[in-house]
C-alpha cells in the first residue's frame, strides 16, 4: 500500500505546499497574531476578505458616524457599513489611486451592484452595492492621518501594484530617500473638530494606515479620544523586524492599560480591540 506522504508527494500541489509550509515556519510571529478569539456570538464581519473587518454588532452603531482611515481600492466595508446601520464614513486617505477609487463610487450613489467582489485589493465600483447609500453618507478626506498636522512624505509601496503608501516606510526598513509623494497630514482630533464632531459621538474608528496607526492610537489615548471599538491594522507586522514588534508590544500595552482588550484577530495583522467590554 503506498503511503500517505508518498501519495502526497505524487500530486501536484506537494511542492509549492511544503515551500509555503517551510516559509511561514521561518517567518517570525508577534505573540498577539497567536492569542485566541475571545469575542461572543455578537461578533460579525463586514465586506470582503480582503478589505473587510470584523466588529461587535452593537445597537449604538445604528445613525452613527465612524472614522475608517486607509480606503486604498476597496470600500467594500465602508459601504456594507453605511447600509447596515445608516452611517455616515468618514473616510480617510491621500493616496491618488484611493482618491480617484471614491471618485468613482461617487458616481454610482445610489446603485445597486451589477456584480460580485473581486479576489484581491483592487474592487471594481460596479460591485458595491450603493442603494440607499446617497451624497454625505461616505466623505472622503484627502489628508493623511498622523499626530501632527504637516506637510508630509508619503512613501510609495514595495510593489508598485499596490496601492498603499506609508509615512513610516516600514516596508523599505524605514527608510527615508526612497521614491514619495508629498502629501498633508492632519490629527484626529483637529479633523472632528473642523467636522464638528465630539469624540464622545465616535463609536468606532478603523485604521489600516501603514504603521502609522501607532503615532495616531498613541496620540489619540493622550488626547481621550477613546472609542468603543478600534479595528486596527498593524502593518509592521506584515513585514517582520525587531522594530516593528517592539512597537506592536508598546501599543498593545498603552491599549491594556487605557482600558481596551483585544478580543479578536485574524492571525496576521488586524485586530479588534473593545474598551471597558
Given at each position: 500500500m503506498i503511503s500517505v506522504k508518498r501519495f502526497l508527494r505524487q500530486t501536484p500541489f506537494y511542492e509549492p505546499a511544503r515551500s509555503i509550509y517551510r516559509q511561514v515556519k521561518r517567518t517570525p510571529r508577534h505573540p498577539l497574531q497567536d492569542m485566541p478569539t475571545t469575542a461572543g456570538p455578537d461578533l460579525i464581519h463586514l465586506g470582503t476578505e480582503y478589505g473587510g473587518w470584523a466588529f461587535i454588532d452593537d445597537g449604538s452603531l445604528n445613525g452613527c458616524t465612524i472614522i475608517s482611515a486607509g480606503l486604498g481600492e476597496d470600500a467594500s466595508f465602508d459601504v456594507e457599513f453605511a447600509k447596515k446601520y445608516g452611517a455616515k464614513i468618514v473616510i480617510i486617505d491621500p493616496t491618488p489611486r484611493a482618491i480617484q477609487h471614491f471618485s468613482e463610487i461617487n458616481g454610482r450613489l445610489g446603485c445597486k451592484n451589477v456584480r460580485g467582489y473581486s479576489e484581491g485589493g483592487k474592487q471594481p465600483v460596479e460591485a458595491y452595492d450603493l442603494s440607499g447609500v446617497g451624497i454625505g453618507d461616505l466623505i472622503l478626506v484627502e489628508r493623511a492621518l498622523w499626530n501632527e498636522s504637516a506637510k508630509l512624505k508619503f512613501f510609495e509601496p514595495a510593489n508598485p501594484k499596490h496601492v498603499s503608501h506609508s509615512i513610516i516606510n516600514y516596508q523599505h526598513k524605514y527608510s527615508g530617500t526612497t521614491s514619495?509623494?508629498?502629501?498633508?497630514?492632519?490629527?484626529?482630533?483637529?479633523?472632528?473638530?473642523?467636522?464638528?464632531?465630539?469624540?464622545?459621538?465616535?463609536?468606532?474608528?478603523?485604521?489600516?494606515?501603514?504603521?502609522?496607526?501607532?503615532?495616531?492610537?498613541?496620540?489619540?489615548?493622550?488626547?481621550?479620544?477613546?472609542?468603543?471599538?478600534?479595528?486596527?491594522?498593524?502593518?509592521?507586522?506584515?513585514?517582520?523586524s525587531q522594530r516593528g514588534f517592539e512597537r506592536v508590544t508598546q501599543m498593545h500595552s498603552l491599549l491594556n492599560q487605557s482600558g481596551y482588550e483585544m478580543v479578536r484577530t485574524d492571525g496576521a495583522a488586524d485586530f479588534l480591540y473593545v474598551r471597558n467590554r
Open positions: 514619495s509623494i508629498e502629501v498633508q497630514a492632519v490629527t484626529l482630533s483637529e479633523l472632528l473638530t473642523e467636522l464638528q464632531l465630539d469624540p464622545g459621538d465616535i463609536p468606532l474608528i478603523k485604521l489600516d494606515i501603514e504603521g502609522a496607526e501607532i503615532e495616531v492610537l498613541s496620540q489619540c489615548i493622550a488626547e481621550g479620544i477613546t472609542p468603543k471599538q478600534i479595528l486596527v491594522e498593524f502593518d509592521e507586522l506584515n513585514v517582520p
